[in-house]
């Protein structure tokens, strides 16, 4: 028997990214400054000076957190979330110090004034936590065994005091936390008046859950859907409630959640946090969506962040290295440089590895570890694996353990959350296209399968403007990415765009079958929802679909269709994705607008395309009706 075929992805550097290394000490920021004039001792005490030190302290807490998890002692819980509360706000603050817009105020993040941060944690965060509790009219239980009603009570109670406490001591006294950046961890709450910051939705959760745990409410557990978090706990189990609230074969445990991550802090705005968020949906004037089928809240398949080292994971990976992006320069207006912080990175992604094994349901971070290799590659990340079992293949498939992270994440995301997720697919179709776009040609028809499936996800939920505001911002980006990246040949700053000479006709046809499914997924969604909502369904805008279609060579549209259409025998379509060696075609559309023959059908077959508002219209609900009707009158 012959040797098994090996094939090799390559990693390729993340394009239009500059990479931040500020020089200026942190000793002459406003942080610094701010740190030292709350702690009582010199801030110089206990610093840490290196990469490798502040690794080092962290490898040391998470050890502490791994060897008492398995104990029931409600001290080392809370003694595991002060280590939580104290981590966020050393990364906050080195977050702060190496993002800011203006140049002049980014710093070096070493040395990191370690001990300093961490009384800032007892001094004033956990301090706050009492405050709250003390203020807080408990309900007395008077030696009464404690039942589910009035053990919920306590519950929202508490968790309504201490969000309420975080969001007034936050800086943000507005109604919106709309494009708040930098703004997702304690160091942002407590500190956040030296650079204008706030909290964002994702920074209150965590924090609400953090001090409810240091407060002795083990049960409370971060939540979090692709672009919301909240707080979920089970109820006490007793003889009045053994119904079952998502919460799979646990018969006897109902689950409850907290709605926290709602900004201001007026009288209305504080009474609801702390209610369940099925009141958030009892409270709109429709109707037609619930938490169940609402992406913001994905309350079938949320992430319950149920370890402290779950927790730390979700705080780590939601460190934002982004510090702006540049002005284009030349003919290519489109191309816009990211600055990032090359030092955030390199700290986010050796600490996601410290915690990789205890992170392996948690599709988020195992995506952001393979972002920081897709920035900045480690050894590990840099190692061979072989995924031929996860992509269904007889021949052995070698890859980069960078792109297995992002392999890992689909699959968890299948297995454990029901396929509900829609990043998956997006960070993995993102590793295709950067590693595809100038060489390695299948990767750009993979990179569009992986598109196509996240808005295969995306439509089996219901369509809100509010609810899907994050997702319809997605795809509109990707929409851009798809035509600049794949659609387009690579060019230099003073060429004008021309269309990608695909190397490989059959490539080519892959790519154009699963483009087709991109948008089949999308027209789909809004024919389930009798609306137009999809911003590249317009024809007007830059990347609508007839303008994506036009860079394509007509044979090759052709081909596509025929091949969508064909029903011949679907051969090696069991594999899970396109390799080297394995191409997949989009077969099957289900969308009415991109039946066999239909308008718009027509209008991408022609060699100039134009399609027309009539093209795009939605299909009417009426046909069935027309059809009894005739029937009817021919039976007469």
């Not at 993340?14 to 702690?39: C, F, G």
């Not at 906050?92 to 993040?109: N, Q, V, W």
């Not at 269309?499 to 027209?523: K, M, P, Y």
């Amino acid at each position: 028997m012959s040797a098994p075929q090996t094939t090799k992805a390559s990693c390729r550097p993340k394009n239009r990214v500059i990479y931040d290394v500020p020089t200026a000490p942190p000793q002459e920021s406003l942080h610094w400054k701010r740190v030292s004039s709350i702690n009582h001792d010199d801030i110089n005490n206990s610093c840490i000076h290196t990469h490798e030190e502040i690794i080092a302290a962290f490898q040391k807490d998470v050890l502490i957190i791994k060897e008492s998890k398995q104990s029931c002692n409600n001290n080392h819980n809370k003694s595991h979330h002060r280590l939580l509360a104290e981590w966020s706000c050393i990364i906050g603050y080195c977050e702060a110090l190496s993002t800011h817009k203006d140049p002049s105020r980014r710093y070096s993040i070493f040395p990191i004034p370690l001990q300093a941060l961490r009384r800032l944690v007892e001094e004033d965060f956990v301090s706050l936590l009492h405050r709250a509790q003390t203020e807080l009219s408990t309900v007395q239980l008077n030696g009464k065994k404690p039942t589910t009603t009035i053990a919920e009570s306590a519950h929202r109670q508490t968790v309504r005091s201490v969000a309420n406490a975080i969001w007034k001591r936050a800086q943000n006294k507005k109604g919106s936390m709309q494009d708040e950046l930098h703004a997702n961890s304690l160091y942002s709450c407590l500190c956040g008046d030296v650079d204008g910051k706030s909290l964002d939705c994702f920074g209150a959760a965590l924090l609400t859950v953090i001090g409810m745990n240091i407060l002795g409410f083990e049960n409370s557990c971060l939540t979090l859907s692709e672009d919301h978090a909240y707080e979920s706990h089970y109820l006490l189990d007793d003889d009045e409630d053994a119904s079952n609230h998502n919460g799979g074969n646990e018969t006897t445990r109902k689950l409850s959640t907290c709605e926290v991550a709602i900004p201001g802090n007026t009288l209305a705005v504080q009474s609801k946090r702390g209610q369940d968020i099925l009141h958030t949906f009892a409270q709109l004037k429709h109707d037609h969506i619930t938490a169940e089928t609402s992406w913001l809240y994905m309350a079938k398949n949320a992430v319950r962040c149920d370890t402290s080292c779950m927790v730390m994971a979700a705080l780590l990976s939601n460190l934002n290295c982004d510090i702006d992006k540049q002005k284009p320069s030349g003919a290519s207006s489109d191309e816009k440089s990211h600055l990032v912080s090359r030092a955030l990175y390199k700290l986010k992604r050796d600490m996601l590895w410290i915690l990789h094994d205890d992170m392996t349901t948690f599709p988020f971070a195992l995506m952001e570890l393979g972002e920081c290799e897709e920035h900045l590659s480690s050894p590990r990340g840099m190692e061979w694996v072989d995924v031929s079992d996860m992509l269904n293949s007889t021949e052995e498939i070698l890859v980069l353990r960078n792109e297995k992270l992002f392999l890992d994440a689909i699959h968890v995301s299948r297995s454990i959350y029901g396929d509900a997720q829609v990043y998956p697919y997006l960070y993995c179709g993102h590793y295709h296209r950067d590693a595809g776009r100038d060489g390695e040609e299948y990767r750009l028809v993979e990179s569009l399968r992986l598109y196509a499936e996240a808005t295969r996800v995306a439509c089996t939920y219901r369509y809100d403007s509010k609810d899907c505001l994050q997702l319809m911002k997605h795809f509109t980006t990707v929409a851009s990415l798809i035509s600049k990246d794949i659609l387009l040949a690579p060019r230099q700053e003073d060429e004008k765009p021309t269309a990608r000479c695909w190397q490989h006709c059959e490539n080519a046809i892959g790519a154009a079958t699963w483009l087709i499914g991109v948008f089949d997924s999308l027209l789909l969604w809004e024919e389930k929802e009798h609306k137009i909502f999809v911003e590249v369904h317009n024809i007007q805008h830059k990347h609508f679909m007839g303008k994506l279609f036009q860079q394509l060579p007509l044979v090759i549209r052709t081909a596509a269709f025929a091949k969508m259409y064909s029903q011949e025998c679907l051969g090696g379509d069991e594999a899970l994705a396109v390799t080297e060696k394995q191409m997949l075609h989009f077969r099957n559309p289900r969308s009415r607008r991109l039946a066999k023959g239909s308008l718009l059908v027509a209008a991408l077959s022609k060699e100039k395309i134009i399609v027309r508002e009539m093209d795009m219209a939605l299909p009417s609900n009426e046909e069935g009706r027309s059809t009894r009707q005739g029937k009817r009158k021919a039976s007469g």
